[in-house]
C-alpha cells in the first residue's frame, strides 16, 4: 500500500494511467468476488452493475445537472437497487439461476442503450464526460482511495461473523440453514452490497480521466471474463487475493502491449498477437496455481510457493499420463 501511495512520484504520466486504471479494475474484482469469491454464487454479468453505476451518474449529471458527488452517490445506489431486485427473487432458489439472468442481462442492457442512443450514446457511449477532478496525480489519488476503501471494507467485513457466515454457505449451506440462519438473506445481503460497491467504482471510473460512460468499457462480455480470470488468478474467496489478482492482470497485459518485438518465423509484431500469449499465460498460471497466486504465497499452511506450485504441476502432468 506504501508503494502504490508513492506511484506518483516514481511513475511518468502514461504510466501512471496505466496504474490508475489497474486501480479501478482491482476494485471491480474485489467487488465481484465479495459474492461470487465467498459465498459461491457465480454471477457471470457483472459488467450490468458497472453500466448501472457509470451510466446513472453520467446521465444525471449530464441532462440534468446535478453535482458528481451526488450524481456518483445515485449511482452507486442505482446498481446497489437493481442487484437487490435480482437478488430477491433468485437467490432464494437452489441451481444455476442467477448464473444464467446475470449472464443475460448486459445483453439486455446493451440493446436497450442501442434502442435508446439519442440518450445514451449507443454503443459509443456517451462521448463527454465531466471529470470529478483535474490533473493526472489528482485522479491516481482519487483511484487509490477507492481502492484502498473497498479493500479495507470487504477485508473487515470479511474477517468479522458475516464473512463467516458467507464462507459458510459456500462450504456447505445446509449446515448454515439447521442451525437456524437463513443462507438466502445473506446471499442477497453479499449480491447487493457487491452491485452497490461495483456501481460505486463504475461511477468514480466514469468521471476520471482514464474512463468514460461506453459500453466497451463496461458492458461487453469481455469484462465479465476478465473479472472471473483476474479473481482466480489471485484467489477467489480472498480480498487482498482478489485485489492483487485485479492489479496483476491489468498491469501484465498492459505490459505485454507495449512491447516492440516482431515475432520470428510469421513476422507480426508483437503488439498483433500479445493477446494470445497472455491468455496462454494465465492458462498456464491457472494450472500451476489453482488456488490463486497471491493465496499460494500468503497462506503458509498450504506450503511455499514454490512447492505449491510443483505440487499442482506433478498432479497435473500425472493426470494427463492416466
Known amino acids: 500500500m506504501v508503494a502504490l501511495g508513492g506511484m506518483p512520484f516514481l511513475l511518468g504520466d502514461l504510466d501512471l494511467l496505466k496504474v490508475t486504471a489497474a486501480l479501478y479494475f482491482a476494485g471491480f474484482v474485489m467487488a465481484w468476488d465479495a459474492v461470487s469469491g465467498y459465498t459461491g454464487q457465480m454471477s457471470f454479468g457483472h459488467s450490468a452493475f458497472l453500466a ?15 453535482p458528481l458527488p451526488v450524481t456518483i452517490l445515485l449511482g452507486a445506489l442505482a446498481a446497489g437497487l437493481l442487484g437487490l431486485l435480482i437478488g430477491l427473487p433468485v437467490l432464494r432458489l437452489e441451481g444455476p ?49 477507492v481502492f484502498t476503501c473497498i479493500l479495507l471494507f470487504l477485508t473487515v467485513l470479511m474477517r468479522s461473523n458475516m464473512g463467516k457466515i458467507l464462507t459458510a454457505i459456500r462450504e456447505d449451506e445446509e449446515a448454515v440453514s439447521v442451525s437456524g440462519l437463513n443462507p438466502a438473506r445473506f446471499k442477497i445481503f453479499a449480491f447487493t452490497l457487491s452491485a452497490f460497491l461495483s456501481g460505486l467504482a463504475a461511477a468514480l471510473f466514469a468521471h476520471s480521466t482514464v474512463g468514460s460512460a461506453s459500453p466497451s468499457l463496461l458492458l461487453v462480455l469481455t469484462v465479465n471474463v476478465e473479472l472471473i480470470i483476474a479473481a482466480i488468478i ?29 515475432v520470428p518465423v510469421v ?56
Not at 444525471?60 to 445537472?65: D, I, K, T, V, W
Not at 474467496?237 to 516492440?260: K, Q
Open 52 to 66: 448501472t453505476g457509470a451510466y446513472t451518474s453520467a446521465l444525471l449529471n449530464a441532462h440534468f445537472g446535478l
Open 97 to 145: 439461476y442467477l448464473s444464467l439472468i446475470t449472464l443475460i442481462l448486459p445483453l439486455i442492457m446493451l440493446q436497450v442503450f442501442i434502442q435508446f442512443s439519442d440518450i445514451t450514446g449507443g454503443e459509443s457511449g456517451l462521448l463527454q464526460v465531466a471529470t470529478l477532478v483535474t490533473g493526472i496525480q489528482d485522479n491516481y489519488y482519487v483511484a487509490f482511495a
Open 234 to 262: 489471485g484467489g477467489m474467496g480472498n480480498v487482498g487475493g482478489a485485489a492483487f489478482g485485479g492489479m496483476l492482470f491489468y498491469l501484465g497485459r498492459e505490459w505485454l502491449s507495449g512491447i516492440s518485438y516482431t
Open 267 to 322: 513476422g507480426l509484431p508483437f503488439d498483433e498477437v500479445y493477446i494470445i500469449l497472455f491468455y496462454v499465460l494465465v492458462v498456464v498460471m491457472l494450472l500451476a496455481l489453482p488456488k490463486g497466486i497471491y493465496v499460494s504465497v500468503v497462506d503458509r499452511s498450504s506450503g511455499s510457493a514454490l512447492e505449491s506450485i510443483f505440487d499442482n504441476w506433478l498432479g497435473f502432468l500425472t493426470s494427463l499420463r492416466g
